[in-house]
């Protein structure tokens, strides 16, 4: 518990970009995920005079005000200080550059700063269990029924490989992935669109289906991953973009932004998150390219541009992993 009222707690978590796998994760089918630095998002709590206050970007005033729009987070400070006598009253601070509803993690990135802020503020151990735990509180409100792939990777520093219900694994890339990720004219609906998706996918009658399309395509983007085989990986974003066209998911804006992409020789381009409005990544083979996908986005209007390189990582140990009906050897460890 903290002496002085003085004392401040902080608190910081990380975006997050969907490689492969958005929507289909949410049935049972694999995604691939990284952990995006170039946002994110930072709390600071201490103590208040008279009453909890919040500050944020859109929203600066007494806590029991807040909009509705943030009651995941005011659940969130509540369950965890509410074994807590001291101070009675607090101010959170939130600073956040992650664009709110653009498929960058947001929701779970914010989740994770308040949870470490509140903890580091109260001085008590965070097991990551009980972390994830309470960032599915505001999850929950933001995504419905979410797959927890955003809350994982908002804390993880390495790509993984994510199973709904499953231990998440992390990936080594054998070499650099140069990224670039730009954000359309549109954020996007994600309630809204899980559940246009959720409709939509109780009339597919048949094994082969949008969802079970992209879970193959992203098994087989790990094992492009893998190999190093960065110009498979591109050509399987493409194509999954399509399929999430077919989903009823992209935009006019995302598909024009994807096409402009790979026009000036990206690998591999898609929109990335939910969808209906957003923002879309793609890949490039050096830092000639993606500066070129930088200029040609930005003449295409898109509203914001992050280009930044996700470096090899050290290989973690072998394991073995169940994919679909093979067993594949992968550079992957279990995280806990």
């Given at each position: 518990?903290?002496?002085?009222?003085?004392?401040?707690?902080?608190?910081?978590?990380h975006?997050?970009?969907?490689?492969?796998?958005?929507?289909?994760?949410?049935?049972?089918?694999?995604?691939?995920?990284?952990p995006?630095?170039?946002?994110?998002?930072?709390?600071?709590?201490?103590?208040?005079?008279?009453?909890?206050?919040?500050?944020?970007?859109?929203?600066?005033?007494?806590?029991?005000?807040?909009?509705?729009?943030?009651k995941?987070?005011?659940?969130?400070?509540?369950?965890v200080?509410?074994?807590?006598?001291?101070?009675?009253?607090?101010s959170?601070?939130?600073?956040?550059?992650i664009?709110?509803?653009?498929?960058?993690?947001?929701?779970?990135?914010?989740?994770?700063a308040?949870?470490?802020?509140?903890?580091?503020?109260?001085?008590?151990?965070?097991?990551?269990k009980?972390?994830?735990?309470?960032?599915?509180i505001?999850?929950?409100?933001?995504?419905g029924?979410?797959?927890?792939?955003?809350?994982?990777?908002?804390?993880?520093?390495?790509?993984?490989?994510?199973?709904?219900?499953?231990?998440?694994?992390?990936?080594?890339?054998?070499?650099?992935?140069?990224?670039?990720?730009?954000?359309?004219?549109?954020?996007?609906?994600?309630?809204?669109?899980?559940?246009?998706?959720?409709?939509?996918?109780?009339?597919?009658?048949?094994?082969?289906?949008?969802?079970?399309?992209?879970?193959?395509?992203?098994?087989?983007?790990?094992e492009?991953?893998?190999?190093?085989?960065?110009?498979?990986?591109?050509?399987?974003?493409?194509?999954?973009?399509?399929?999430?066209?077919?989903?009823?998911?992209?935009?006019?804006?995302?598909?024009?932004?994807?096409k402009?992409?790979?026009?000036?020789?990206?690998?591999?381009?898609?929109?990335?998150?939910?969808g209906?409005?957003?923002?879309?990544?793609?890949?490039?083979?050096?830092?000639?390219?993606?500066?070129?996908?930088?200029?040609?986005?930005?003449?295409?209007?898109?509203?914001?541009?992050?280009?930044?390189?996700?470096?090899?990582?050290?290989r973690?140990?072998?394991?073995?992993?169940?994919?679909?009906?093979?067993?594949?050897?992968?550079?992957?460890r279990?995280?806990?």
């Open positions: 518990m903290p002496t002085q009222t003085d004392a401040v707690g902080r608190g910081q978590a975006g997050k970009v969907i490689l492969m796998g958005e929507h289909a994760v949410v049935y049972g089918e694999p995604a691939i995920s990284i995006f630095r170039p946002v994110n998002a930072n709390v600071a709590v201490q103590a208040a005079d008279e009453e909890d206050v919040l500050n944020c970007g859109y929203y600066h005033g007494p806590l029991r005000k807040s909009p509705h729009s943030l995941g987070l005011t659940e969130l400070i509540s369950v200080r509410q074994n807590e006598s001291m101070p009675p009253f607090l959170v601070d939130i600073a956040s550059n664009p709110p509803a653009y498929g960058l993690g947001s929701s779970a990135a914010v989740a994770a308040l949870v470490r802020a509140l903890y580091d503020f109260y001085h008590r151990p965070l097991p990551r009980h972390l994830l735990e309470l960032m599915n505001q999850e929950t409100h933001a995504h029924t979410p797959s927890g792939v955003d809350a994982r990777t908002a804390i993880s520093r390495c790509p993984l490989w994510y199973v709904r219900g499953c231990r998440p694994l992390e990936i080594s890339l054998p070499r650099p992935l140069f990224l670039v990720v730009a954000a359309s004219n549109s954020p996007g609906r994600t309630l809204d669109v899980i559940r246009r998706v959720h409709e939509n996918s109780r009339h597919f009658v048949d094994y082969d289906t949008p969802i079970t399309r992209l879970g193959e395509m992203t098994r087989q983007a790990v492009a991953i893998d190999e190093g085989n960065y110009q498979e990986l591109g050509r399987l974003m493409t194509q999954s973009h399509q399929e999430l066209i077919n989903l009823g998911v992209s935009t006019l804006h995302l598909n024009s932004l994807v402009k992409a790979l026009g000036v020789g990206a690998l591999g381009a898609k929109l990335t998150g939910s209906g409005g957003g923002s879309i990544v793609a890949i490039a083979a050096d830092n000639e390219v993606q500066e070129r996908i930088v200029h040609v986005l930005a003449e295409a209007e898109a509203i914001r541009i992050w280009a930044t390189t996700v470096p090899a990582n050290q973690l140990g072998d394991i073995h992993m169940r994919i679909g009906k093979g067993t594949l050897n992968r550079r992957c279990k995280v806990h």
